[in-house]
């Protein structure tokens, strides 16, 4: 079972504290060996320093005929052997053994006769302050880690929590949300000190700005074109009505058709893009709509009602959604277009070379189609802006067995 963190803690978070961890780990044990390594050096020279005295008394009152001290003797038992063999040699010498169980610290020289005469001092006084003082650098060690452990992980989690906070945002822009800002307050606040997470919320909050300035002004743009556009285009559609019966004539009023529809797209575009529309919802049957729609486009579609059901939503919205399927998938793809309906799931298929790479990757574009074909790109850019107004989910696949393949999941409201 895995420990589930914070949605902050993330894997920065995570290995900045390691880090940290394994950082003061070092440096303490680091620390901990030199002080260890100092003191015993220290504690052996003293108790070296204090043997060789001892010994030297010992060998004035040997050279005297005076008794040896309890802890002095010649030959005695216990002795290591190299330092048995160094006296010997004519040369003295000490070295640390146990005696008795207990720490001990030998020294021995040559006596006469061959023999050792040798001292010992007790050291389990010097070992015991050593194993305290290891202890000690233990205990301490692991407080101070703790300690910085803890501050590290705060510094850090303030970091990651307003860099979360940032990321959060970004993906709220990303969706659509322009309105979205980070407001770090040290970005707002000159006379406070800047930091890198500080510079890149300002960073994001002004292309933010920039960004939903441009959009804006596009959005107005294509407004204020396609109304300007929508006088003319009457008095064009008036005056080809006036015009004789004929062929020039038929191409014309075509001509300003087209041109009235893709203004009126333009204008629907421009109202779905302000994130102003309001749903007016009402029980709708799915079947007999999507039989009304497939009426109204005059196309051979086939209708699949597998699953029926009946759902609160905006007919006229959805049926916009539909009949730009309907008709995308007649004008770009072949026969037979298939309208399939399974619950609140409706799909459009035809049996064409599927939608294009950009489409699926990043959507439909406006104004931008396969080379060759027909249109302006806009109808499955209303189609996929009219479903979002309704919340429900629209997606293009290319199926294995070929074709295209639009999908309407449609929310299930109570």
């Known amino acids: 079972m895995r420990l589930a963190l914070p949605r902050w803690a993330g894997p920065l978070a995570v290995k900045a504290a390691v880090f940290i961890t394994v ?12 002080v260890h390594v100092s003191v015993t050096n220290q504690t052996m020279g003293q108790a070296r320093d ?3 005295d001892r010994l030297r008394e010992a060998t004035e009152s040997y050279e005297a005929g005076d008794p040896l001290r309890r802890s002095a003797g010649v030959d005695p038992p216990g002795l290591p052997g190299r330092l048995r063999e160094l006296a010997v040699s ?7 053994a146990d005696y008795d169980g207990r720490p001990t610290m030998w020294a021995a020289g040559p006596a006469d006769g061959g023999r050792v005469l040798a001292v010992r001092v007790d050291q389990s006084q010097g070992e015991a302050t050593i194993d305290g003082l290891d202890g000690a650098i233990v205990w301490s060690s692991a407080l101070a880690i703790g300690a910085t452990l803890l501050v590290g992980a705060f510094a850090v989690t303030r970091v990651t929590r307003r860099l979360h906070t940032t990321a959060r945002v970004a ?11 980070v407001g770090d307050p040290r970005a707002q606040d000159p006379t406070r000190p800047q930091d890198e997470v500080a510079s890149v919320a300002a960073a994001l909050d002004s292309m933010a700005s920039s960004l939903q ?8 743009f294509t ?12 008095g064009l559609h008036a005056a080809a009505e006036l015009l004789p019966p004929g062929r020039p004539t038929e191409l014309v009023r075509d001509r300003v058709a087209a041109l009235r529809t893709l203004t009126e797209d333009l204008l629907e575009i421009s109202r779905l893009e302000s994130g102003r529309e309001r749903l007016e919802t009402e029980p709708e049957e799915l079947g007999a709509l999507a039989r009304r729609v497939v009426r109204g486009s005059g196309t051979d579609t086939r209708v699949d009602v597998v699953r029926d059901t009946r759902v609160e939503t905006d007919r006229r919205r959805l049926e916009r959604v539909l009949g730009n399927l309907v008709a995308n998938a007649h004008r770009h793809g072949r026969a037979p277009v298939v309208l399939t309906v399974d619950g609140a799931v409706i799909t459009v298929r ?11 990757a990043h959507g439909p574009q406006r104004f931008r189609t396969e080379s ?25 696949t290319n199926p294995p067995d070929g074709g295209a393949l639009a999908t309407l999941t449609l929310p299930q409201r109570p």
């Open 350 to 360: 035809d049996r064409g070379d599927g939608y294009p790479a950009y489409l699926l």
């Open 50 to 52: 204090a043997a060789l």
């Open 223 to 234: 407004a204020d074109v396609a109304h300007e556009l929508r006088t003319p285009l009457t």
């Open 90 to 96: 004519g040369r003295r010498g000490t070295m640390a």
């Open 23 to 34: 950082m003061c780990c070092a440096l303490a044990a680091l620390l901990g060996v030199l």
């Open 213 to 220: 300035g441009k959009l804006l002004a596009e959005q107005r």
């Open 372 to 396: 060759g074909a027909k249109g302006h790109g806009l109808g499955l850019t209303i189609a996929l802006g009219q479903a979002e107004v309704l919340g429900a989910r629209l997606e293009f």
């Open 171 to 181: 993906r709220r822009i990303s969706a659509g949300d322009l309105d979205a800002r």
